[in-house]
């Protein structure tokens, strides 16, 4: 595996805490995406950018938020307005054709106590 | 609303039997509709795609626009089948994608 990568695999933090997810990409695409997976919900659209220096909120926005400096980076900020934190969250890009694959990264649990 | 929907959480089946993964959409317009499997420790990845109409490791998936489903087929499930499949849509300017709640095929020997 490669092209997208996500770090750290398992973050823990207390409540009250902001703390960032990294995303990057090597794959020169254009569009990313991050999603948050609970059990039984299936992954759930938070933010999402398809050029540089703009992102558009998903369905579930609020508490978090995210920047697109640069193509291959897109990370994800979860504030302390976020009630229930504790996710595991996938970062994912894609090329702006008519395929439009999304390539996903290994994910990272959040854990917030 | 968009929503996608896979109605089985789990799904049992014994080697070479028939295995359908059933996914039915909500969707105002004309929607794109995907299918994501994840296999044990490996990260989520497309399947097949609507707009292909391709056959991937077997599987295959209509467009039921009257039924508004998508569902996954496969005449024969193999043991390496076994995995967590996702049903996802979206809109024509593939801008959002909306992700079905999965369903854990287990493939029995």
């Known amino acids: 595996d490669g092209g997208i990568t996500q770090s750290p695999k398992y973050l823990f933090r207390k409540e009250g805490q902001n703390v960032t997810l990294s995303c990057e990409q090597n794959l020169n695409h254009d569009a990313m995406y991050w999603y948050r997976q609970d059990p039984g919900q299936g992954l759930r659209l938070i933010y999402y950018?398809?050029?540089?220096?703009?992102?558009q909120k998903g369905d579930i926005a609020e508490g978090y938020s995210v920047s697109r400096e640069k193509k291959e980076s897109f990370p994800l900020t979860v504030t302390s307005a976020q009630k229930n934190p504790t996710a595991f969250y996938l970062c994912?890009?894609?090329?702006?054709?008519?395929?439009?694959?999304?390539?996903f990264g290994p994910g990272t649990r959040l854990t917030v106590t | 609303a968009q929503r996608v929907t896979q109605p089985e959480k789990l799904l049992s089946v014994f080697k070479g039997a028939p295995v359908e993964l059933k996914c039915n959409y909500s969707?105002?317009?004309?929607?794109?509709l995907f299918w994501y499997v994840q296999y044990s420790r490996q990260r989520l990845q497309l399947l097949l795609r609507h707009i292909s109409r391709e056959s991937i490791k077997g599987f295959t998936a209509d467009l039921n626009k009257g039924e508004t489903s998508f569902h996954l087929k496969k005449p024969f499930a193999q043991e390496e089948d076994s995995a967590m499949y996702y049903c996802?849509?979206?809109?024509?300017?593939?801008?959002?994608?909306?992700f079905g709640s999965g369903t854990k095929l287990n493939v029995k020997p």
């Open positions: 994912a890009s894609s090329v702006r054709d008519k395929t439009y694959e999304q390539y």
């Open positions: 950018s398809q050029i540089v220096n703009d992102f």
């Open positions: 969707y105002s317009g004309s929607p794109e």
């Open positions: 996802a849509l979206s809109g024509p300017n593939f801008n959002k994608f909306y």
